[in-house]
């Protein structure tokens, strides 16, 4: 018992010596504000971090402003994995998260949270400084920093989603600031309403998968007075204020419906028969499709600033249900409904969308793409090049927005971990 109870005490003072080091170097970090330890259950280390960084990297006399970096410290001799999140970071806070390639190959975490989201926000909010290439200007800066501590094994970036997309994105402003990048279910939009996206979803799955979809649309819109009256209790229940009459946000709910239920793999089998009760209907609808996504003051109106500027998006299929709908068109929803009325009138920029398809044609990164077959945001993923060695696309057969390297087949996992050990041996 004695010499177990020396040893915890040799391992706590050890591990104590180590934090103080580590927490000490990343203080003596050149634009580093603070530094607070965290809790986890998967890193021998982890801090949060504020890091200083300009307003418009071409004009640092505009101002500051201080974004969150969460560090997962494994060893100054491992690789390091520069997570380009697209939002917030606060689910990274949590100490059972860990990132996947840093699971997989032991690596270091460096968490960045995109610009103009939770702590990330600029005091004050001027939207002109929210572009992919600021945040891109951000990741460089990043990088830049912390590679002073991590200078020894390869760097990848990844992402998830939009952050997969700004993956890309970063990679196409500094080519050679990592070694290689994997984003995940990334896509590369080219409108406000690109158009690849209804197309998708009137052939994903099979004909009896859409007819279900559509015939619960329907039978919902059929509804609509009973079911108009539970969205307005709902949503005061939920203070979710709109631009728009609820009549219309119901219509949008539906619009969504089919997109929502791709996207996160829900299966078919979920959608209540069309002779239940209209409560049951209602509460299946706003379990895949809630009112809040179309709300006003939403967690994620940073990110439709960015989709209507640059990024792009996607529209709705209404022909279907013309008869039934309260709204003449979706056409330009995004605008109408989920800008906020700060950010003035957008008009969407394609230079950005041509900037990466010129990148990624005419180059040949190291990038692995992972894509799920029935999410719809696999309409609009980057294009496969002919002739390129490098620039590797996987698409996980019947998956979702939810697919990782983690759920592939057997083969595709093999196969990108090969490559992945392959890249960083080299």
Not at 36 to 54: A, F, G
Request: aromatic share 12%.
């Amino acid at each position: 018992m004695i010499h177990l109870l020396v040893l915890l005490f040799c391992y706590s003072a050890v591990t104590m010596a180590a934090s103080e080091d580590l927490k000490g170097k990343l203080e003596a970090l050149k634009g580093i504000e603070s530094v607070e330890q965290l809790k986890s259950d998967c890193y021998p280390e982890k801090y949060v971090v504020r890091i200083t960084q300009p307003l418009d990297p071409k004009h640092p006399e505009l101002g500051t402003f201080t974004q969150r970096v969460i560090i997962g410290h494994v060893g100054f001799d491992r690789p390091t994995v520069l997570v380009t999140e697209g939002y917030g970071a606060a689910y990274a806070l949590n100490p059972r998260y860990q990132e996947e390639l840093t699971r997989l190959l032991n690596a270091n975490l460096i968490f960045v949270e995109y610009r103009y989201f939770l702590e990330s926000t600029p005091d004050p909010l001027n939207w002109d400084y929210l572009t992919a290439e600021n945040s891109a200007y951000d990741l460089h800066h990043v990088n830049q920093t912390f590679r002073e501590l991590y200078n020894t094994g390869k760097w990848i970036s990844t992402g998830i989603s939009k952050g997969g997309q700004t993956t890309i994105l970063y990679r196409a402003f500094f080519p050679d600031d990592v070694d290689f990048s994997v984003p995940y279910v990334a896509p590369l939009n080219r409108a406000v309403e690109d158009g690849r996206h209804e197309p998708f979803l009137r052939k994903v799955g099979t004909k009896a998968e859409r007819a279900k979809i559509e015939s619960f649309q329907i039978e919902v819109l059929k509804r609509k007075m009973e079911i108009v009256s539970m969205l307005e209790s709902f949503c005061k229940e939920n203070n979710l204020q709109f631009r728009i009459p609820v009549e219309e946000v119901l219509d949008y709910c539906v619009l969504e419906y089919p997109f929502a239920l791709w996207q996160w793999g829900t299966s078919v089998k979920t959608i209540p028969p069309l002779s239940t009760d209209t409560e049951t209907l209602f509460k299946h609808l706003v379990s895949i499709s809630g009112p809040d996504y179309f709300a006003k003051d939403q967690p994620n109106t940073s990110f439709f600033v960015q989709a209507a500027r640059e990024l792009g998006y996607y529209g709705y299929d209404t022909k279907p249900f013309e008869k039934y709908l309260t709204i003449k068109n979706s056409d330009g929803y995004l605008s109408r409904i989920m800008l906020p009325e700060s950010a003035g009138t957008i008009e969407f920029r394609p230079g950005l969308y041509q900037k990466v398809y010129n990148f990624l044609k005419e180059n040949d990164p190291k990038m692995i793409f992972i894509y799920g077959e029935v999410d719809p945001w696999s309409a609009t993923r980057v294009p496969s090049f002919k002739g390129k060695k490098n620039e590797q696309i996987y698409i996980q057969p019947g998956g979702s927005h939810r697919a990782r390297i983690s759920n592939m087949p057997e083969d595709m996992k093999e196969k990108i971990l090969r490559q992945i050990n392959k890249w960083l041996a080299e």
